[in-house]
Structure formats: C-alpha cells, structure tokens
C-alpha cells in the first residue's frame, strides 16, 4: 500500500533562515505529490505539485525517486510561512483520491 | 478552481445522534471524496462519493456508519451515525478540479459529548 512519511511534527525556525520540510513516500508505481498548506483558520490549499514544477511563494520541491522524497524547500523563511504543510501523493492508477501525510508544523520565529 | 461550500463548520452532538454534512461545489465535478481529520493526526480518507452508484469505502469505514449520498454532480452529504465521543474530528469533503488538483472545503469540526 502506498505511505506518506513527514518525520517532523514541529520544524522551528527563525525568519530568514532555510527551511527544508520533508516528505518520503513509499509506492511501487509513479506517483504525483503535492504540498498543501493551511494557514490558520483557513482551509487547505495546494502549495504545489511536481508535475508542475513552479516555485510558490519561494517554495520548491524535487521529486526525488530513488531517495522516494519529496522535500520541501525554501531558502529564506518569512513570519507568514508559519502553517501546517502536508505532504500527499496521489496513484497513477486505481484510487484517485490523495493520501497524506501526518503533516508538519512550521513555526518562523521573529 | 473549484469553490466548495461546506456545512455546517461546527457542531456539538449527543452521543447516540447522527449528523449530515453537506457540499456544495460550484461546478460539476466527476470526484468527490470525503475525508476525516482526527485531532492531531493527518486526514485519512473515508470514502469515494460517486454520481449514480454508492460510494466507495475505505477499510475501516462502513456504510451503515457514514452513509453517504451523492444526487449530481455538484452536491453531497456525508452522515455520521450513532455518533460516540470517538468519532469527534474534523471532517473536510474534497473535489478534483478542471486543471487536476483537488479543492478541499474549510471542514465541519463535529464533537460529540
């Protein structure tokens, strides 16, 4: 069955500093992955995806398919970062629906 | 993309009770999938709502206890059943968009006392 790994619950930085949030995924086929992000009080949206390879409010992700990660960059972090970020992949094939990962907490310290 | 509207965002329940929680999409959609977020863990999928035919499940969930209805294609409900302090979560409802990615609605936060 295809997983979703984001070790860290809490990822704790200072504004400016780089930011790496990762994300592992174990699936025998070619998956799509996505980041999405909710703000507080907000709902989720989607931050990127690796298809489409864009940078997002300085984001960026490479899939990696021999390492099976897709982390989440930033190489500066700003107060507004601060937000839960999930990791998902989505199946080339069958089940269309996302699976997501535990999610990860940024916090940007000032 | 798509704008989903979802309701009610909260409510407090006897145990015992059930609840429906409605989407509404602005557009037709093919996928509608429902989700359950539980405190502090990620969102684990329950089931597939499909237009014309019952939904598909997820192991782990039944239908008796999240029945689940979907009458076109831009609309469905999600019940939860004979609710128990258990099944206190956030449920959120998701669609894919035109462009491929998914829309999710801002989520029903239930507790059930």
């Known amino acids: 069955a295809q997983r979703v790994t984001q070790p860290e619950k809490l990822l704790s930085v200072f504004k400016g500093a780089p930011v790496e949030l990762k994300c592992n995924y174990s699936?025998?086929?070619?998956?799509?992955l996505f980041w999405y992000v909710q703000y507080s009080r907000q709902r989720l949206q989607l931050l990127l995806r690796?298809?489409s390879r864009e940078s997002i409010k300085g984001f960026t992700a490479d899939l990696n398919k021999g390492e099976t990660s897709f982390h989440l960059k930033k190489p500066f972090a700003q107060e507004e970062d601060s937000a839960m970020y999930y990791c998902a992949l989505r199946m080339d094939m069958g089940r269309r629906a996302l699976t997501f990962g535990s999610g990860t907490r940024l916090q940007v310290q000032p | 993309s798509a704008v989903i509207s979802q309701k009610p965002s909260r409510d407090i329940c006897q145990r015992g009770t059930s609840l429906t929680i409605q989407c509404q999409v602005d557009s037709q959609v093919t996928m509608m999938f429902w989700y359950r977020q539980q405190p502090g863990q990620s969102l684990t999928l329950i089931a597939t709502a499909n237009q014309g035919s019952e939904a598909t499940y997820e192991s782990g969930f039944v239908i008796d206890k999240f029945p689940i209805s979907r009458p076109n294609l831009t609309f469905s409900t999600l019940t939860v059943s004979n609710m128990s302090p258990e099944d206190s979560s956030i449920y959120l409802c998701?669609?894919?968009?035109?462009?491929?990615?998914?829309?999710f609605g801002s989520g029903t936060r239930l507790t059930v006392v």
């Open positions: 998701s669609v894919t968009g035109t462009e491929d990615g998914y829309t």
């Open positions: 699936y025998s086929g070619s998956p799509e």
């Open positions: 690796h298809i």
